[in-house]
């Protein structure tokens, strides 16, 4: 078991994940850009420094939640990056969603410091967050990946090796296909038979006992009916993924076409300023193209 950790980016997922963590009973050294937050962690005992490369100087393992590329790429190998703390024996555990391509071009680029980064996304959303029962799909190497499993098994229930770096970003694109087009059929369910006459929360009521049960259904199908979107998982954000989920499957030749659909409701809603939405506020979108909230009517 690593004997300090360093975690950066305390967002929506982050923050809940490091909770877990110290209450494993890991050192904990944070990084995050609202010092209330971070004011937060220190009073629970956690350590804060103000670059991620003095984290790296001063942790066994590093990990990262962060909101896409971008902002990987800046603290893994920008100006004061983790790339400057790097010291023998230093592992990064990237947890952000990003494309297949960056994970691979990262790992490569932090072992020649003698960094061994591991990718690996999650999902379960803000509640699997909270209640540390994250799916943890993890790329790189394997013998790396046994080491760190104590920290992995404070975040999450589900956790499995993949295959090489890059593998559990490609494995994350296509868990993310499926929730999308998971809730945008739950969407049309709902929006057809609310419109045509039938309480919703009947119609969510059925389907969870039979074939069309689904996580969706169990942990959305509420806030669904009472239309509050507060983010778990954002709209942009997940519009975002399936842009990296396209790019793969263009870069492998294979084809998605509903996944492409789903990727352009997702733009629209952006586009619509409904972006920090939960992206189950998808079910919106299919409400304006019937003209119907759902419930409307409903006695």
Known sequence: MPDTLGFIGLGIMGKPMAHNLLKAGFSLVVHNRHQEVTDEFLAMGARALTRPRDIAASCDVVITMLPGPAQVEEVMVGPGGVIEGAHAGLVVIDMS????????????????????????????????????????????????????????????????????????????????????????????????????????????????????????????????????????????????????????????????????????MFASLVVKGRGDLDHSALLTYLEDLADHRIGQGQP
């Not at 956790?159 to 945008?184: D, F, M, P, R």
């Not at 989920?245 to 492998?252: I, N, P, V």
């Open 97 to 264: 969603t990003i494309a297949p391509v960056v994970a691979s071009a990262l790992t490569t680029r932090l072992a020649e410091h003698s960094i061994t980064m591991l990718d690996a996304p999650v999902s379960g959303g803000d509640k699997g967050a909270i209640a540390g029962t994250l799916s943890i799909m993890v790329g790189g190497d394997e013998e790396t990946f046994k080491r760190c499993m104590p920290v992995f098994q404070a975040l999450g229930k589900t956790i499995v090796h993949v295959g090489g770096s890059g593998a559990g970003q490609v494995v994350k694109a296509c868990n993310q296909v499926v929730v999308a087009l998971v809730i945008e059929a739950v969407s049309e369910a709902l929006v057809l038979g609310s419109k045509a006459g039938v309480d919703p929360a009947k119609i969510l009521q059925v389907l969870g006992g039979g074939l069309a049960a689904n996580r969706v259904i169990e942990l959305r199908g509420a806030s669904m009916l009472a239309h509050d979107f507060t983010p778990g998982g954002r709209i942009r954000f997940h519009h975002k993924d399936l842009g990296f989920a396209l790019e793969t499957a263009r870069k492998y030749g294979v084809s998605l076409p509903v996944t492409a659909l789903v990727d352009q």
